[in-house]
């Protein structure tokens, strides 16, 4: 079946704090700013040269009301996934190394089967998933239900490289 | 070792009503349904493939507020690309069949775009590229007009 969506293609995020959010997405994920817009909006991807923005970030009022402090149980977006462009744990290493450095709160890691996966909270405590892609043959006797949950991976994350 | 981004992967909502959220992207989207869970997680996708889920859907706590209509901090809205113009005409008559609320259409040039809300009030924009012209950033925000016409117009 192929339908009219062809892929997932980038997040907008209303930021208490632009500066803050830029530099924090800058270091946790190795984003670029690509460009700005009129309206004061700021366009990040992956290259510098990229012309398709990954993530948006845009000033939120100075009254706009806070995110839920918990995002699980609210209706609404709870997270959003990036993919990591490796298929080399010791990349998603980098990014466990990197998001400690910085301070950024960890909120859980999971092996999911069909990726390894580490979700972070924001400076606006928005929830981020950013996962490594599983070999198929891992997950390829399990395709009813590729997602399980086979535990967290920190004491991986962790492990010195080998 | 250093590390990149490749893509944006997926998107995962909280809904009120799972089922009714799964026809919105199954019917509306014309995404599939490619494994669910106990505990009423559905996974989507367009291309298992190229992506195993772009969309989980799964439900929010039982009376849980719906998304602050005004403009929160947070997660403000999920963009997909569309593989042409006649796509996301297509999609445009799929969410109006559908009784979704549509927001606004926006000429951009190289960049065409189309918003419309999930049935939970999550704003989304689908877009495809379209012309002679490859986009540049400036496609992404600059609107010229709406889309209004062309994407009401037979096909």
């Known amino acids: ?162 | 070792m250093d590390f990149k981004v490749r893509r944006a992967g997926h998107v995962v909502i909280r809904v009120a009503d799972v089922d009714r959220a799964a026809r919105f992207f199954t019917e509306a989207l014309g995404l599939t349904v490619i494994g669910s869970t106990a505990r009423k997680m559905i996974f989507l996708t367009a291309d298992f493939e190229a992506n195993h889920h772009m969309v989980l859907v799964r439900p929010a706590r039982p009376g849980a507020p719906p998304p602050d209509a005004g403009a929160p901090i947070g997660m403000a809205q999920a963009s997909f690309e569309v593989g042409s113009f006649a796509e996301l005409k297509a999609l445009h008559g799929r969410l109006r069949e559908f009784g979704a609320r549509i927001d606004r259409s926006e000429d951009r040039g190289a960049v065409k775009a189309l918003f419309a809300y999930d049935p939970d009030g999550n704003l989304f924009q689908f877009y495809c590229r379209e012309g002679d012209d490859a986009p540049v950033l400036a496609d992404h925000f600059t609107v010229r007009g709406d889309l209004d016409a062309a994407l009401a117009a037979p096909a």
């Open chain 1, 1 to 162: 079946m192929t339908g009219p969506i062809a892929r997932t293609s980038h997040l907008t995020l209303r930021v208490t704090d632009l500066a803050r959010s830029r530099g924090f997405y800058e270091k946790a994920l190795n984003l670029h700013v690509i460009g700005d817009d009129p309206a004061g909006r700021l366009y990040l991807a992956a290259d510098p040269e990229d012309v398709a923005p990954l993530l948006v970030l845009e000033q939120a009022d100075a009254d706009a009301a806070p995110r839920p402090v918990d995002p699980e149980p609210y209706i609404g977006m709870e997270h959003w996934a990036f993919e990591l462009d490796s298929n080399d744990f010791t990349a998603l290493q980098a990014v466990y190394r990197r998001l400690n450095e910085i301070g950024a709160e960890i909120h859980h890691t999971v092996d999911h089967r069909v990726t390894e996966s580490i979700y972070f909270l924001d400076p606006d405590r928005n929830m981020i998933e950013i996962y490594l892609n599983a070999p198929r043959e891992r997950f390829a006797g399990h395709m009813d239900h590729p997602y399980d949950s086979l535990g967290d991976i920190d004491a991986k994350l962790a492990a010195k490289l080998g």
